[in-house]
Nanobody, 117 residues
Framework: QVQVQESGGGWVQAGGSLRLSCSASVTITAAGWYRQAPGQQREWVASITSGGATNHADSVKGRFDISRDNAKNEVYLQMNNLKPEDTAVYYC??????????????WGQGTQVTVSS
């Protein structure tokens, strides 16, 4: 069974930083970070391609940075200048390539990030 594991969440005061990590039991071709606040839909936060190209949601641009370490098969989300509205469960979506077939996606269980004002 494929496993995707997030870590690094926690409690931090506004203006603080956290670094989330995502590891998987399959080779990560591409990945994305998503978040879901209570009572809200899950939203995309950032993504990174196999070539290392990145995209970030406008709400986090300039504060969050997605990166990857291919040797470790890990993806990270560096979160700086955190705001209370960043409070959510953060999920990693790992994408695995399959020859001649669409990418296969796997989700982690999420890690809680709480930012206090």
């Amino acid at each position: 069974q494929v496993q995707v594991q997030e870590s690094g969440g926690g409690w931090v005061q506004a203006g603080g930083s956290l670094r989330l990590s995502c590891s998987a039991s399959v080779t990560i071709t591409a990945a994305g970070w998503y978040r879901q606040a209570p009572g809200q839909q899950r939203e995309w936060v950032a993504s990174i391609t196999s070539g290392g190209a990145t995209n970030h949601a406008d709400s986090v641009k300039g504060r969050f940075d997605i990166s990857r370490d291919n040797a470790k098969n890990e993806v990270y989300l560096q979160m700086n200048n955190l705001k209370p509205e960043d409070t959510a469960v953060y999920y990693c979506k790992a994408l695995k390539s399959r020859l001649g077939r669409p990418l296969q996606e796997f989700w982690g269980q999420g890690t809680q990030v709480t930012v206090s004002s």
